[in-house]
């Protein structure tokens, strides 16, 4: 057995956060050492946090060192649980912190997914705030932004995060890691109100119905009542032959979104401005999406400084069709919103094709025209949908229909 284990963060940059490390000993009782920037406000809490999770675990002789800089108890306790586990004792045992009212509601389908803004799981001082910035949807990452030696860490911190901290509403979405550890990832996070799961580097409708699977089953056996959707992410060249496949593999399946960083690795070049090297596999997911009815959703622009950069690539997503872009700061979130909200154009048009169309409801007309063109029922859903945005972005008032002919 290890006798020693600590997980966490500490040092001069760090906020939010504690260090804790326990050391098990063969008789002595248990000694508890804090060290806290807070400690003068929230130095009993700290302790009292500390002690019910020693109870919690049944540890009897034990050294423990905190270092505390400002950690909420959700943190601390995460912290707590990942350094107990890799004592590698009581792994299959949860030290849950209470569901928090504001963290139970529910997403749907038809939701707008025009930003998301990525945090990494393991830092919890990104995560407090996000909800603040208004992103149309918040990504608790465990791929990527987070080391292979912090992995068990951040399945606690987001486990944690999901049950505690306030979202204001927003969907709720995890990135899992690959397949076959994203299946490991989905304990952590189904039982606790994840909205959607993305899905990296997915290359296969196979790949999805395992996670579909999956998750359905950790929710019948957590009795949750609820919907967990997915979102796949297009990543490398058989990823984007396969887009189609991919994305109607699952009727869960809510949205096809694409990575450029790996996909252009994969085809061996580089990732520019002008996109010339990812227009074919942008257009393929814009594609795919729409033809298994979901939405299109495009990549992140990585540059955070360059806001005018930023919006001529959401103008350019939107002119292919995408209907949503990935955030990586909060201050791109605003312009990716204003962005693809709809221009005056296309605001009149959309009032007038449903207008028609509820003008032709009402006089019990099978057929819907406007002018001399018929309307299909896609193009009223796609002027429904421009209507709802307008609305909910402020550029059309709710009483539009009594200046409407």
Known sequence: MIKSAEAGRKGSGVRSDCWIKISLTNSGGLKLGINSRVKALYGSSLKKIINEGLDFFDVKNADVEVEDYGALPFVIMARFECAIRRLN???DKEWLPEFSRHCIYETSRERFRRSRLYLPGNESKFMMNAGLHKPDGIILDLEDSVAQTEKDAAQLMVRNALRQVNFYGVERMVRINQLPKGLDDLQYIVPHNTHIILIPKCESADQVKQIDDEAQQILKANRRIGKVYLMPIVESALGAIKAYEIASASPNVVALTIGLEDYTADIGTQRTLEGRESFWARCQVVNAARAAGVLPIDTVFSDVTDMDG??????EAKSLGFEGKGS?????IQVINETFAPEETEILKAQKIVLAFEKAEAQGLGVVSLGSKMIDPPVVKRALRIIQLAL??????????????
């Open 310 to 315: 930023l919006r001529e690539s959401v103008l």
């Open 392 to 405: 909910d972005t402020g550029k059309l008032d709710a009483n539009w229909r009594e200046g409407g002919e």
């Open 89 to 91: 004792i009581f792994k």
């Open 328 to 332: 990586i700061h909060p201050r791109q």
